[in-house]
């Protein structure tokens, strides 16, 4: 593990204090937790600029939007049906 040496702004050490105080967390592992959800979503918006990734989801795209719409419709069904009992 390494040591990273990082200035911040008093006004945004003491924001940090207050997450930290209100999560009952160590600001040490909080930082460490933000970066690593922010490099993450990285990753994933890197993959998903995937060419091949963009055409897996461009042939999968109209099966999701059927799928969706038809959930929608039993959805309304059942709907209808509550009202009417």
């Known amino acids: 593990m390494q040591t990273l040496a990082i200035n911040l702004d008093d006004e945004l050490i003491a924001a940090l204090e207050a997450v930290s105080a209100r999560q009952g967390r160590d600001k040490v592992a909080l930082v460490a ?43 309304q069904k059942i709907l209808g049906e509550a009202d009417d009992a």
């Open 33 to 75: 937790d933000i970066l690593r959800k922010y490099v993450e979503a990285e990753r994933l918006r890197n993959a998903l600029q995937d060419p091949e990734l963009a055409k897996l989801y461009e042939r999968l795209s109209a099966e999701d939007l059927a799928l969706a719409e038809e959930g929608m419709a039993e959805y």
